[in-house]
């Protein structure tokens, strides 16, 4: 029989594990509370909340230093600093604590992206409202004022989400000689030669999605040479293969994610790829689902293994947990996160999971 205590040293000694293993997790908010903390345990699984992590109004995306020694976050305010623009801001963190370091005005309204380049000296900024984008020079985390914009004019057929140019997402070529700008509103992904050592972004190219698709997000496998663009207004894929030579995308297969008569309302948002490249999955909002694929190492062609309901409504980010065995679904109109186990040997998601409050979440981020 258990003295009174054993049973409290066996308490402490559950809890100080229980402790040793949670990771700190920022959810980018927007709302006035800006930047959110919770505690992950990939045991249980559970997210605990741990407060206002920062203070930034409207952040709809955030991404570390590859350190994670440094955070970036996007404010899609209307007015910074007096002026007609969104923000950009850096943090340093210190043991799962953000402390403020700089912040600087973007190109336009609307800020909803950044993402920083491989060497980890060039921030990129997305302006949907504005349509437009902006590079910013990095020394020691501080960011400096914009060293490029540009401002686009382009836009597509669909009068009512393709009435001018909106950026969307900022991205890098493998090899980092290469800048890419999804621009939804221009049906098109923008194109430009990378100088890392002083930020300068020098047109290249043009890639051109199909009329009123609406190019979102662009990730790299890690065969180093496809890509997937996520096509919000029709829920398409474009499986692209990437020159090395001149960092141009080819179209190799178009994708449909939904049924050919499908008349509902459907936005697909998202990407994620696992590690090892053999699981490729992306998100739709319409439907608030996530669809699986099984990639081709060599070719990076891709083969519809299943779809699953999201836990929520309006998934705008997801992200695979560092074990790979949890997805984590930022679903912002129903404000919370759901936690979906993951088979690790098929890639197949719970049909059902966990949910945690988390007001509109729109980009989750594990330490």
């Known amino acids: 029989m258990m003295t009174a205590s054993a049973a409290t040293l066996a308490a ?3 809890t100080s594990l229980a402790a040793a293993r949670r990771q700190r997790v920022f959810v980018g908010s927007n709302t006035t509370e800006g930047i959110l903390a919770y505690d992950w345990d990939p045991e249980t699984p559970e997210l605990s909340p741990a407060g206002v992590a920062a203070k930034l109004a409207n952040v709809d995306w955030i991404t570390y230093s590859a350190g994670r020694e440094y955070l970036y976050a996007a404010s899609e305010v209307e007015s910074f600093n007096g002026k ?8 340093t963190v210190e043991n799962g604590h953000l402390h403020p370091l700089s912040a600087q005005n973007s190109a336009s309204v609307g800020t909803c992206y950044v993402g920083l380049d491989h060497s980890g000296r060039v921030l990129l900024a997305a302006d949907y409202g504005g349509g437009s984008a902006a590079s910013f020079l990095i020394t020691a985390g501080k960011l400096s004022p914009a060293v490029w914009q540009e401002h686009y004019t382009v836009h597509g057929p669909n009068k009512e989400r393709q009435e001018s140019a909106h950026a969307h997402f900022g991205s890098f070529s493998p090899d980092n000689r290469f800048a890419y700008i999804n621009d ?24 051109k999605a199909k009329p009123g698709a609406g190019p979102r997000t662009l990730h790299f496998h890690p065969n180093g040479h496809t890509a997937y663009s996520i096509n919000e ?9 990437w020159s090395k030579g001149d960092g141009m995308l080819a179209l190799a297969k178009h994708i449909e994610l939904m049924p050919a008569r499908y008349t509902g309302d459907t936005h697909a948002c998202d ?10 999955y992306f998100a739709n909002r319409g439907n608030n689902s996530i669809y699986l694929f099984h990639a081709d190492w060599n070719t990076g062609s891709l083969t519809l293994s299943g779809r699953f309901d999201c836990g929520g409504k309006t998934p705008r980010n997801f992200v695979l947990d560092p074990t790979e065995r949890w997805m984590l679904v930022a679903n912002q109109d129903s404000n919370q996160i759901s936690v979906l186990a993951r088979n ?3 890639g197949t998601l719970a049909e059902k999971g966990k949910s945690f409050a988390a007001v509109a ?7």
């Open 344 to 346: 690790a040997a098929t």
């Open 271 to 280: 990407t994620v790829i696992t590690k090892d490249g053999k699981c490729v």
């Open 12 to 14: 402490a000694a559950t």
């Open 184 to 207: 939804l509103g221009g049906d098109c992904i923008h194109i430009y030669s990378l100088n890392a050592a002083t930020a300068e972004l020098t047109p290249a190219g043009i890639y």
């Open 84 to 91: 007609a623009t969104g923000a950009v801001a850096s943090y």
């Open 361 to 367: 979440p729109m980009c989750i981020l594990f330490a």
């Open 233 to 241: 207004l029709d829920s398409t894929v474009d499986v692209l293969e």
